[in-house]
C-alpha cells in the first residue's frame, strides 16, 4: 500500500485528554485504572473512565446525539488542535472530498440503559427524549462527528469489536486509492457502559485488579473508554524525518470462536504476516510491537505464540492496556496512536502493572521502558469472533520518497 501520512492526531482516555497527558503517563509508566465506580455498577473490578465532569455537553441543535459516547468523542476531537486541522483540510480538499471512518463497538448503548430505567410506569414505553439513530445505533458515532467536523464526504462506522478502529485505517486506505476521497478522518470511541460491564462480568474475564497483561497471575481485562483521531492524507513532497506514517494494514477473520482467539493464533499470524505483505517489509524490519495484550489466560498465550512465530524472541513489545485499560472499539487506534508517539519520541513503553511476566511467553517483552528509538512499530487489534487487524506505523525517515 502507499504510505499515507498521520498530518493530525489526538487521543483521550483515563489517562487525560490530549497527547501530552499520554505521553506523561507513559514515561512514567502510571495507571488511569481505578476501582469501579461508575454509574450503578456493582462489580468488585477495576476501570478506566474519563472523569464525567470533563465529558462536554454537545453543541446546540446536535441534542438527538446526545449521549456518552459522543460526549467522549467531542471532548477528543478538541484536542490538539484537531478541529482546526480538519477545517484546513476542508479548505484545501473540499468537505466532500473528506472520509470519515471509525469504530467503535457499543457505540451509545448507555443512553438506551438510562432510557430503559425511566420507561413509562404504566405502558412501558421509553421515553420520548429518547433517540435511538442519534444514540445507540452504530452511525450515531459517524454521523454525529461528520456534522460536528461539517463533513460531507463518505462515511461509515467499523464495528467489530476489539478490531473496530484498526481496521478503519484499512478502509481509508483503500477509499483513498480508490480515489473515493483525498484524505480521511479515522478514529474510534468507546464509552463505558453496564452491558460491557456486566457482559465480561458474566464471562468471567473482568480481573479484580489493574490488569496485568503477560503476567504469570494473569486473570482478566479492566475495561476503559478512550477515544483517537487521525488525519490521514497522501505525503506531499518529503516529509518531516519525525512525521509519522501509516505504513501496512493486515486484516483476518479466522472465526474460530465467538470469545476464545486460535489457540495456535492462526488469525493473529494472518494479520501481522499480511500487514508486514502490505508494507514491503519482512519480520526484521519492525523495532516494537504493540500487542493486544488484554491479560486474560487464552488471548495473552495465543498472542504470544503468533507473534514468536513471526519475529522470534528478539523484537521488543508490551501490552499498554495496564495504563489505560482495555478500550474495545477505541483500542486499535489509541494503542496505534502511542505507537506514533514511540516513534515520534524515541522510547518503547513499558507494561504497566505486569510484575513477573508469565514464564511459558517466549516473546521479549518489556516490563520497563526502553529509551531506544524504534523506527517501525507494529499495533496489534484482535476481536471476538477472530475479527484481526494490525497496522505497521513508520517515521518518515525509514520510508522511501
Same mark, same amino acid.
Given at each position: 500500500m502507499q504510505p499515507l501520512l498521520l498530518t493530525h492526531y489526538t487521543l483521550t482516555t483515563s489517562l487525560g485528554p490530549g497527547i501530552a497527558s499520554h505521553l506523561r503517563a507513559l514515561t512514567q509508566q502510571r495507571s488511569g485504572l481505578a476501582p469501579c465506580g461508575f454509574e450503578t455498577v456493582r462489580l468488585d473490578t477495576w476501570t478506566g473512565q474519563v472523569p464525567d465532569a470533563d465529558l462536554p455537553e454537545l453543541e446546540p441543535g446536535l441534542s438527538d446525539f446526545e449521549c456518552r459516547n459522543n460526549r467522549l468523542a467531542l471532548l477528543a476531537a478538541r484536542q490538539d488542535g484537531f478541529e482546526a486541522a480538519v477545517a484546513e483540510a476542508c479548505a484545501r480538499y473540499g468537505a466532500h472530498r473528506i472520509g470519515l471512518f471509525v469504530g467503535t463497538s457499543t =457505540?451509545?448503548? &448507555?443512553?438506551? +440503559?438510562?432510557?430503559? %430505567? $425511566? %420507561?413509562?410506569?404504566?405502558? *412501558?414505553? &421509553?421515553?420520548?427524549?429518547?433517540?435511538?439513530? *442519534?444514540?445507540?445505533? $452504530?452511525?450515531? &458515532?459517524a454521523g454525529y462527528m461528520r456534522k460536528h467536523l461539517a463533513l460531507s464526504g463518505p462515511a461509515f462506522t467499523v464495528s467489530t469489536a476489539c478490531s473496530s478502529s484498526a481496521k478503519v485505517f484499512a478502509s481509508? #486506505? %483503500?477509499?483513498?486509492?480508490?480515489? !473515493? @476521497?483525498?484524505?480521511?478522518?479515522?478514529? /474510534?470511541?468507546? =464509552?463505558? @457502559?453496564?452491558?460491557?460491564?456486566?457482559?465480561? /462480568?458474566?464471562? +468471567?474475564l473482568l480481573s479484580r485488579d489493574p490488569c496485568r497483561p503477560f503476567d504469570a497471575q494473569r486473570n482478566g481485562i479492566s475495561i476503559g473508554e478512550g477515544a483517537g483521531f487521525v488525519l490521514l492524507e497522501r505525503p506531499t513532497g518529503t516529509p518531516a524525518s519525525d512525521a509519522i506514517l501509516l505504513a501496512g494494514a493486515g486484516e483476518s477473520s479466522d472465526a474460530y470462536h465467538m470469545s476464545t482467539p486460535h489457540p495456535e493464533g492462526a488469525g493473529a499470524r494472518a494479520a501481522m504476516g499480511g500487514a508486514l505483505s502490505s508494507a514491503g517489509l519482512t519480520a526484521t524490519d519492525i523495532d516494537y510491537i504493540n500487542v493486544h495484550g488484554t491479560a486474560t489466560r487464552s488471548n495473552?498465550?495465543?498472542?504470544?505464540?503468533?507473534v514468536y512465530d513471526l519475529f522470534g524472541a528478539h523484537t521488543p513489545c508490551s501490552s499498554t492496556k495496564g495504563a489505560?485499560?482495555?478500550?474495545?472499539?477505541?483500542? /486499535? !487506534? !489509541?494503542? *496505534?496512536?502511542? @505507537?506514533? &508517539? #514511540?516513534?515520534? +519520541? /524515541?522510547?518503547?513503553?513499558?507494561?504497566?502493572?505486569? %510484575?513477573?511476566?508469565?514464564?511459558?511467553?517466549? !516473546?521479549?517483552?518489556?516490563?520497563e521502558n526502553l529509551r531506544q528509538a524504534p523506527a517501525r512499530a507494529m499495533s496489534n487489534s484482535f476481536g471476538f469472533g477472530g475479527s484481526n487487524c494490525s497496522l505497521i506505523f513508520a517515521r518518515a525517515d525509514a520510508c522511501a520518497f
Open positions: =457505540s451509545g448503548i &448507555l443512553q438506551t +440503559e438510562l432510557a430503559y %430505567r $425511566n %420507561r413509562g410506569a404504566t405502558n *412501558g414505553a &421509553l421515553p420520548e427524549s429518547f433517540s435511538y439513530p *442519534g444514540t445507540h445505533n $452504530n452511525f450515531s &458515532l481509508a #486506505a %483503500r477509499m483513498i486509492a480508490a480515489g !473515493v @476521497c483525498d484524505a480521511a478522518v479515522v478514529g /474510534g470511541v468507546d =464509552s463505558l @457502559c453496564l452491558t460491557t460491564l456486566y457482559g465480561f /462480568g458474566a464471562l +468471567e495473552d498465550a495465543a498472542e504470544d505464540k503468533a489505560t485499560g482495555h478500550l474495545l472499539g477505541a483500542s /486499535g !487506534v !489509541v494503542e *496505534g496512536l502511542i @505507537c506514533a &508517539l #514511540a516513534l515520534r +519520541e /524515541g522510547f518503547m513503553p513499558g507494561s504497566t502493572n505486569t %510484575r513477573q511476566l508469565d514464564p511459558a511467553m517466549r !516473546v521479549r517483552y518489556l516490563l
